[in-house]
């Protein structure tokens, strides 16, 4: 395994969405912290958005491991979800007792009851949705209706909704243009530039227990960049690759040829199959069996 070839850790460039890899630079930490002072301000609705693979849900995560004791946080990872049904998903994350035969009028009591205990007891709730460009309009009319649950100086519930661009399409609809109209606070995630994404591989590495090694060179930096046009996920699975195909060769820097063999066996970018086999059954065949094929 390249674990211990490069002496990682633990792999840097997993596409799981862990915490323990957020990086506090770039747009990244910009946007957690005005998400926390959005959600300590009391606000109702907040919205972020950004393409595919570029970090939403890690920074979903992220703000509902940084928000402290005084809140409580309920995540919705599910946009293809009715109504009723997302009442339920509420109840489930908030701990609301509740039968699965329980009419949507007496679970609304319910969550309204635990919502007002929580208040009382000093505790913000929050609601993190992810893929909200999905959600069927119906949905997220019921969880406006949801949040008209306040007391004389504070909302019962905040909502932070995660979506792709999509998203903004969707709520120029007019027959949900009151939860627009309550959206307070929005973020775009954007694409990393050549710099921040040269800072976010080397703090990748860093967490995996690369500190003071240059694992990429420079013309494998521009390569991936070239590649990835700046989207994490696409970034961590070139990398990724690409120290496969360097350890393949029994060498401890990735150059821009082993990004090319990366970027070659991505399908987006590869228009046959045959080369990329070509290229690697050598090192699969070293990395699973201690072969050289």
């Known amino acids: 395994m390249y674990l211990q070839h490069f002496r990682f850790n633990e792999f840097p460039f997993g596409i799981t969405p862990d915490t323990s ?3 506090n630079r770039a747009g990244y930490q910009d946007a957690l912290n005005v998400l926390l002072v959005a959600l300590r301000s009391g606000e109702g609705f907040i919205k972020v958005t950004g393409e595919v693979g570029v970090g939403k849900t890690i920074l979903c995560r992220k703000l509902m491991n940084s928000l402290g004791a005084d809140f409580v946080t309920a995540y919705i990872h599910n946009p293809y979800i009715k109504p009723d049904s997302l009442l ?5 994350e908030l701990s609301v007792p509740h039968s699965d035969r329980m009419i949507q009028n007496t679970l609304l009591k319910l969550i309204t009851r635990s919502l007002l205990e929580k208040h009382k007891e000093g505790k913000q709730v929050v609601i993190c ?23 004389e100086k504070r909302k019962l519930i905040q909502v932070v909704l995660f979506g792709q661009p999509e998203l903004d399409a969707l709520l120029n609809q007019p027959s ?24 976010y591989i080397r703090h990748r590495l860093e967490i995996a227990g690369c500190a003071g090694r240059t694992v990429f060179n420079k013309g494998a930096i521009d390569s991936i960049h070239r590649h990835s046009k700046g989207i994490p996920r696409l970034v961590n699975i070139i990398c990724h690759k690409a120290l496969i195909s360097a350890y393949g060769e029994g060498v401890t820097r990735a150059t821009q040829k082993h990004v090319k063999e990366a970027v070659m066996d991505m399908e987006e970018t590869q228009p046959s199959k045959y080369p990329e086999i070509k290229n690697w059954f050598p090192t699969f065949s070293k990395w699973l069996f201690g072969t050289s094929g």
């Open 21 to 23: 890899f957020f990086m």
């Open 88 to 92: 339920f998903a509420i109840a489930d």
């Open 129 to 151: 949705l992810d893929e909200v460009q999905a959600m069927p309009v119906q949905t997220l009319e019921a969880l406006r209706l949801l949040t008209n649950l306040e007391t």
């Open 176 to 199: 949900i243009r009151q939860l627009k109209q309550r959206i307070t606070f929005i973020y775009r995630l954007l694409p990393l530039n050549r710099v921040a994404m040269h800072s």
